[in-house]
């Protein structure tokens, strides 16, 4: 059974970077898609990208410009980054596996505050 | 603003059959694009509910089904139950974006 933690600081000032780590087990991040989504408090889902072992990313047009995914064979991790965030950047941030159509193992889900 | 539509909220009293729309547009459920559906408990994550419009994945019972027409899909749930409370949320792709597109949540409340 595949199983997603997501982790990194829940706090995050705004105009910095917001960086987190999803550590797969159960499976290998070698085969398959793996991506982001976050909801907002009180709000639906938004997805924000996903990337491949090839290293082939997808990105959120809307958030295209701010962020980045990588990935780590050696600790079976992929990683988020998002630059310049603000209080807008804000939410629950999902560590997912993409099937390539849809999405069928989740992590917890982290949050995330953009404050000073 | 999202980009498939769906009903704020849906309710039915235990026992009975409610639906829940997601209408999208030509570039992604109407461009033949399939639609799956998520269900969240409260406090929890997401959980895949039903993939390629109509499929369960296993240990999800048959009351819940998946359709799909046009450019709109619709979840199904039969025989109401008090652990149905939830948000559902559908999904697909779109062609203009380049990636994944969700609906904006359903809250099913069970009378």
């Known amino acids: 059974q595949v199983q997603l933690q997501e982790s990194g600081p829940g706090l995050v000032k705004p105009s910095e970077t917001l960086s987190l780590t999803c550590t797969v087990s159960?499976?290998?991040?070698?085969?398959?898609?793996w991506g982001w989504i976050r909801q907002p408090a009180g709000k639906g889902l938004e997805w924000i990208g996903r990337?491949?072992?090839?290293?082939?990313?997808r990105y959120n047009p809307s958030l295209d410009s701010r962020v980045t995914m990588s990935m780590d064979t050696s600790r079976n991790q992929f990683s988020l980054k998002m630059t310049s965030v603000t209080a807008a950047d804000t939410a629950l941030y999902y560590c997912?596996?993409?099937?390539?159509?849809?999405?069928?193992?989740w992590g917890r889900g982290t949050l995330v505050t953009v404050s000073s | 603003q999202s980009v498939l539509t769906q009903p704020p909220s849906v309710s039915g009293a235990p026992g009975q059959r409610v639906t829940i729309s997601c209408t999208g547009s030509?570039?992604?459920?109407?461009?033949?694009?399939?639609v799956h559906w998520y269900q969240q408990l409260p406090g929890a994550a997401p959980t895949l509910l039903i993939y390629?419009?109509?499929t369960r994945p296993s240990g999800v019972p048959d009351r819940f089904s998946g359709s799909k027409s046009g450019t709109s899909a619709s979840l199904a749930i039969t025989g109401l139950q008090a652990t149905d409370e939830a948000d559902y949320y559908c999904?697909?792709?779109?062609?203009?974006?380049?990636?994944?597109?969700f609906g904006g949540g359903t809250q099913l409340t069970v009378l």
């Open positions: 990337i491949y072992i090839s290293g082939s990313t």
């Open positions: 159960g499976g290998s991040i070698s085969s398959d898609y």
């Open positions: 997912v596996r993409y099937s390539g159509s849809y999405y069928d193992y």
């Open positions: 390629d419009n109509n």
């Open positions: 030509s570039s992604n459920i109407g461009s033949d694009f399939d």
């Open positions: 999904q697909s792709y779109d062609s203009s974006l380049g990636g994944s597109v």
